[in-house]
């Protein structure tokens, strides 16, 4: 696997899905709305590091494994028997099997046996067919098609390390040695890798050959298997990659968008929504989990505020609610109401006497 995750892609695609999802805060919700006082396993679920670095271990673990095992120790637990402490275990640290009916699963770790929901929190991509022990990694599901997209790379290195792009053929009028040969290919190889132009002694000259099928085909080959990688982890659309694909054009303007169409494809339902899940069986049975994804809205300011305006007008959101979804500090009134304790006492009136006789 340590192969595979050096291919660029793979290693483009490791760090969107890993990043995407360690900005994005978990909000801990009570009938359907945020709850005031955040639990701690929301606000700060591991000690020692950040909430960010805490989901992107969970996210990085399902991204090479499609498993992640998180301890609960039973000193993060509060007065109460809630968890407030998580911490992410490595994987190959965790040993899984069976039990003696084989409908559950028993761990281990470091010669520890914990208990799934007690001590341990068994966070996993969907997709376990019955029958199976764990969710199979990706990188296991599609070795054979990484092997021939390792395999172009490695070619492509070699190729391109020789100083071929473009292949030229230097020609000298007279005779030379294989040494001699070899020195004078070593020298314009060393002194023109940037392809910096080169002066010719008396004797020389240079051929520069045109287009190279073999050199476009490598090259085509190599962007099929950024598409590949793409397909593999659901980076819809593959330009997130930031690979040069025929046809597409990435740019700030549509970057907003792309990203809106990753996490509704693959981001929630295959990273957030486990995640989520999980967090959520570590609170009451009457809260949930669920990420908030403001973070993304601010790349896509001007969407927002026209879905806004729709939302002001229907009645579903209003001003100060959308402002503050931005980021953005209240609107001050033009005359705001005075708080009844500043407001001026009115003079009492004073008693008229009653008419005598």
Do not use: C
């Not at 890993?18 to 606000?43: E, F």
């Not at 029958?131 to 070619?155: C, M, T, W, Y």
């Not at 009451?284 to 879905?307: C, G, K, M, N, W």
Request: glycine share 8%; charged share 20%; net charge negative.
């Amino acid at each position: 696997m340590g192969d595979y995750l050096g291919l660029p892609a793979v290693a483009r695609a490791r760090s969107l899905i890993v990043s995407l999802v360690a900005q994005l805060d978990p909000v801990a919700i009570r009938d359907g709305y945020p709850m005031t006082a955040q639990p701690p396993i929301v606000m700060r679920p591991s000690p020692g590091i950040t909430r960010d670095s805490f989901l992107g271990s969970i996210a990085g673990e399902l991204f090479d494994r499609s498993n992640a095992f998180l301890w609960l120790p039973v000193t993060g637990r509060n007065a109460d028997g809630r968890q407030d402490t998580a911490l992410v275990l490595p994987f190959d640290e965790v040993r899984v099997e069976w039990d003696d009916s084989r409908l559950f699963r028993r761990y281990r770790w470091r010669e520890r046996e914990l208990v799934s929901g007690v001590d341990l929190l068994h966070i996993e991509l969907p997709g376990r067919r019955p029958g199976e022990l764990l969710v199979p990694s990706k990188f296991d599901v599609n070795a054979d098609a990484l092997d021939r997209i390792l395999a172009a790379e490695l070619f492509a290195g070699d190729y391109f390390d020789g100083g071929g792009v473009p292949s030229v053929t230097l020609k000298f009028a007279g005779q030379l040695t294989d040494a001699e040969a070899d020195s004078a290919k070593a020298r314009w190889i060393a002194n023109h890798r940037d392809n910096s132009p080169g002066i010719l002694p008396a004797g020389w000259d240079l051929h520069e050959t045109g287009g190279n099928p073999d050199a476009a085909q490598l090259l085509e080959t190599r962007r099929n298997g950024v598409l590949e990688v793409a397909r593999i982890w659901g980076i819809v659309p593959a330009e997130l990659l930031l690979a040069e694909l025929g046809g597409s054009s990435l740019t700030y303007q549509n970057i907003a968008g792309m990203l809106d169409t990753f996490m509704r494809v693959t981001g929630q339902p295959e990273y957030l929504s486990p995640i989520e899940e999980g967090l959520s069986d570590l609170l009451p049975r009457t809260q949930a989990v669920r990420f908030s994804l403001a973070e993304l809205f601010r790349l896509a300011e001007p969407d927002y505020i026209a879905s806004a305006v729709q939302a002001i007008g229907a009645g579903i959101l209003s001003v100060p609610e959308v402002r503050r979804g931005l980021g953005r500090t209240p609107v001050p009134e033009a005359n705001p109401p005075i708080p009844p304790a500043l407001m001026p006492t009115p003079p009492v009136p004073e008693e008229v006497p009653a008419n005598v006789g």
